[in-house]
Nanobody
Framework: VQLQASGGGSVQAGGSLRLSCAAS????????MYWYRQTPGKERELVAR???????IYADSVKGRFTISRDNAKNLVYLQMDSLKPEDTAVYYC??????????????WGQGTQVTVSS
C-alpha cells in the first residue's frame, strides 16, 4: 500500500491550499485517515482525522479554517486549508489505517508535502 500526497506549495497569509492524498495497492478497506504536520525540531502533530463514516476532528489550531474530507470510492483524502497563517508552515503528511484483508489492518504514511505561508 502506498500513500501519495500532493498539493503543497507557497501562499501568502490569508490564502488557501488543498492537499490531496491517494492510497493505492492491495486495499480491502480504509478506516481512519489523517493529516499530520511537522516543523523542524518539533514532533509531528495531528492536524485532522476523518473516520470511515466521515466523522472529523481537528486540532484546535486549525478549527474553522481547515476541512478534511474523503472519497471512499477513489481512496482519496483531502485537506482544504483556508485563511492560512505563517504558523501553518510545515511539511504535511497523510496517514491511513488500511485493512489489507478482512483480518489485518496496518498504518501507512505518505511522503510529506511542503506548505509555506508567507506574511
Amino acid at each position: 500500500v502506498q500513500l501519495q500526497a500532493s498539493g503543497g506549495g507557497s501562499v501568502q497569509a490569508g490564502g488557501s491550499l488543498r492537499l490531496s492524498c491517494a492510497a493505492s495497492g492491495d486495499i480491502f478497506k480504509i478506516n481512519d485517515m489523517y493529516w499530520y504536520r511537522q516543523t523542524p525540531g518539533k514532533e509531528r502533530e495531528l492536524v485532522a482525522r476523518i473516520t470511515g463514516g466521515a466523522t472529523s476532528i481537528y486540532a484546535d489550531s486549525v478549527k474553522g479554517r481547515f476541512t478534511i474530507s474523503r472519497d471512499n470510492a477513489k481512496n482519496l483524502v483531502y485537506l482544504q486549508m483556508d485563511s492560512l497563517k505563517p504558523e501553518d508552515t510545515a511539511v504535511y503528511y497523510c496517514n491511513a489505517d488500511v485493512m489489507v484483508n478482512r483480518n489485518y489492518a496496518f498504518n501507512y504514511w505518505g511522503q510529506g508535502t511542503q506548505v509555506t505561508v508567507s506574511s
